[in-house]
């Protein structure tokens, strides 16, 4: 019982960690939200959709960070350490939504015929 109770505990500790921002998939979001944005808005809306995800992502950094040191810490120090996994925020939502925000915005302005970035440039 007592096994059972410390499994069950490691797995939701490991659940509630964030993940690394490299790791999280974007939403789907409609194209056709963007479909009646110029080019011009459309380049407007990518560069600040890419802004906020990269500031986002950076956190979400930190974040997984602070959750893989406190677990360690927590896992083969000091356990109430873990406690501190509660004050660390996860932006996955928000980044997978930005992100899907830009691939809608992407495929509207492939719609539109927009000229696209260059191949290579960094897309989040």
């Known amino acids: 019982m007592k096994r059972t109770a410390m499994i069950a505990g490691a797995v939701m500790l490991l659940t509630a960690c ?3 921002p490299h790791t999280i998939r974007p939403t789907y979001v409609n194209p056709a939200l963007y479909a009646n944005l110029s ?3 459309l380049d ?3 560069e600040r959709v890419r802004f906020e995800a990269v500031v986002l992502a950076r956190r979400q950094g930190n974040s997984a960070n602070s959750d893989t040191a406190l677990m360690t810490a927590g896992a083969l120090i000091f356990w109430p350490a ?3 996994l509660a004050g660390t925020r996860d932006y996955a ?6 992100r899907g925000h830009e691939d809608a915005m992407i495929i ?3 719609r ?3 000229d696209l970035p260059a191949r290579g440039e960094p897309v989040i």
């Open 39 to 41: 080019c011009e808005q």
């Open 18 to 20: 964030a993940a690394q």
């Open 112 to 114: 539109a015929r927009c």
């Open 93 to 98: 939502d928000e980044i997978a939504d930005l």
């Open 108 to 110: 509207a302005k492939e």
């Open 82 to 84: 873990l406690i501190g």
């Open 44 to 46: 407007e809306e990518i």
